[in-house]
Every structure is written in structure tokens, then in C-alpha cells.
């Protein structure tokens, strides 16, 4: 069984900001325990829907955008249980651990000596989590190390689309998940640079022979979420015949063999 609870559906400054929708990014049970994108408030709402810290196994990092990456040294001392034991895995982005032009590096040194391994890897590396394959997935980004994946399991593929702009290839690397998480940050007419609107995820659902099952809406910036990204969802999926899903905090996939459940988590802690 895989479990994917999301800790959250916001992207881009102005919902971060704001907190209209909460910015947690997403977690994810199988043979390892893997946290996905700490953005602003990720601690807060682990803690919230039951997930502890000092057992994540992997915190995976696409870039080093606020919004992706602002939880990622709490996080840490988590796995590492204060940074009194040596253990967990990050694999992000060289921009997340190295820095680039714009940004300093979004952990201390202190952190990630704290860390059993620090993988920086480029698209088409895999990597082994436990009966897991993890494939590092290419963007098209402002922040031109920015990665996604598709984690291989038992009981099927997980593809994460992190921020990217529309571009051929992404068919090639996501073709055939059974879930597809998708970064859609923008509505019907209002594309943006380095981005995905509604649109191009119809022409990348349209132009795949072997769809996924369901398509999971997350990182909504203020524009989508204006328009609703419900009644977004509801055009991707009358036009491309996919089961399309607006995650929200709290919402949990359920993959078991050949079906996948939805929940609605109520929440464990009130903070």
C-alpha cells in the first residue's frame, strides 16, 4: 500500500504570503517515508495530520523557491532528531544545497552533515528507496536545476511535476503513472512564463496513449485560485476524460493493488 498525504495546495509568493491555501507540500508512504517540498508551514501541518518528523526517511527538494523549501532545516532536525543522530536522505536540486546566483544555499552545513547522504542528481538518475526506484525528472524553470520525479512502486507510478513551463518532453518522462501530481499554477488565458496553466496539461494529457488515472492539482497561485481551480479541474477532465482532483491539506491517496481511495483527514492537532 502507498499512501500520498498532501500538507497543503498553495504555490507562488502571493498565496504563500497570504496563506490563502496552506504551503506544506506533500508527503508520501511506501517502503519509505518521503516528505516533498517543505514550503512555509510544512512542521506545523505534519504535526497537524500525524506525521512525525523523526520518522521521515527522504525529504525530497525540487528548487530553491521559498514556497518549496522554507521548512527544509526544521525538517532535518526532525529526521535527525535534533541533530543528535546521524541518518535520512535529501535529494534536491544543486540550486537547494549549493546556492546559485540569486539564492544562498537553503541548508547550513550544520544541517546537512547531520544527513546520512545528500544526493544533487540530474534527470534521467535513479535512485533506490528501499523497493522503490526514484526517477529525477527534468523542468523547465527560473531556477534552471529545478527537478520532479516519478517514484516507481509496487503499486504503480507516482509522477511529481514540479513548477515548469509546458515542453515536449514531459510526456516522455510521466507517460504511463498512475498518479500524476501537476504543479498547475495558472487558469484557462492567463499562462505565465516557466509555469503550467490548464492548458497545458490538457495538451500533455491528450498527446499521452496510457493516461493516468487521476491527475492531482497542487501548487495554485492567486490567479487560479480566483478562478477556482475546482472548476479548472472540472474542464481538464471534461475535455480529457482524466479524473482530476484539487488537492487541499489534509486530502490522502490510498493505492492499493489495482485501486486508489480518497480521504479527507480531519485534523489531529489544532495548530
Not at 525529504?59 to 521548512?71: E, G, K, V, Y
Not at 532535518?76 to 546566483?101: H, L
Not at 545528500?118 to 529525477?136: A, Q
Request: some cysteine; aromatic content about 8%; hydrophobic content about 35%.
Amino acid at each position: 500500500m502507498v499512501e500520498i498525504t498532501f500538507l497543503g495546495s498553495g504555490g507562488g509568493r502571493f498565496i504563500t504570503i497570504t496563506q490563502l491555501r496552506s504551503t506544506g507540500g506533500f508527503f508520501i508512504k511506501s517502503s519509505k517515508s518521503i516528505y516533498v517540498d517543505p514550503g512555509p508551514g510544512a512542521l506545523v501541518r505534519a504535526w497537524r495530520y500525524k506525521i512525525d518528523p523523526r520518522k521521515i526517511d527522504i525529504l525530497f527538494i525540487s528548487h530553491r523557491h521559498t514556497d518549496h523549501c522554507n521548512d527544509a532545516e526544521v525538517i532535518v532536525e526532525g529526521m535527525t532528531m535534533g541533530v543528535t543522530k546521524k541518518r535520512g536522505t535529501i535529494i534536491a536540486a544543486r540550486s537547494v544545497i549549493e546556492g546559485d546566483e540569486e539564492h544562498t544555499p537553503a541548508l547550513s552545513s550544520y544541517h546537512l552533515n547531520s544527513l546520512e547522504e545528500v544526493y544533487t542528481p540530474k534527470p534521467g538518475d535513479k535512485i533506490s528507496l528501499g523497493n522503490d526506484t526514484l526517477l529525477i525528472t527534468p523542468s523547465l524553470h527560473s531556477d534552471p536545476s529545478n527537478i520532479g520525479f516519478r517514484l516507481k512502486t509496487p503499486e504503480g507510478d507516482i509522477s511529481y511535476i514540479s513548477d515548469t513551463q509546458y515542453f515536449e518532453e514531459l510526456k516522455e518522462w510521466h507517460e504511463g503513472a498512475r498518479v500524476m501530481i501537476t504543479s498547475i499554477t495558472r487558469p484557462k488565458d492567463m499562462r505565465i512564463p516557466y509555469h503550467l496553466c490548464t492548458e497545458d496539461v490538457i495538451y500533455l494529457l491528450k498527446s499521452m496513449k496510457e493516461k493516468p488515472e487521476v491527475v492531482v492539482m497542487t501548487h495554485i497561485g492567486m490567479k487560479m485560485h480566483f478562478a477556482s481551480p475546482y472548476k479548472e479541474a472540472s474542464f481538464i477532465q471534461n475535455v480529457t476524460g482524466v479524473k482530476t482532483i484539487v488537492a487541499k491539506e489534509g486530502f490522502k491517496i490510498i493505492m492499493r493493488n489495482n485501486d486508489i481511495f480518497f480521504r479527507t483527514l480531519k485534523p489531529a492537532r489544532n495548530v
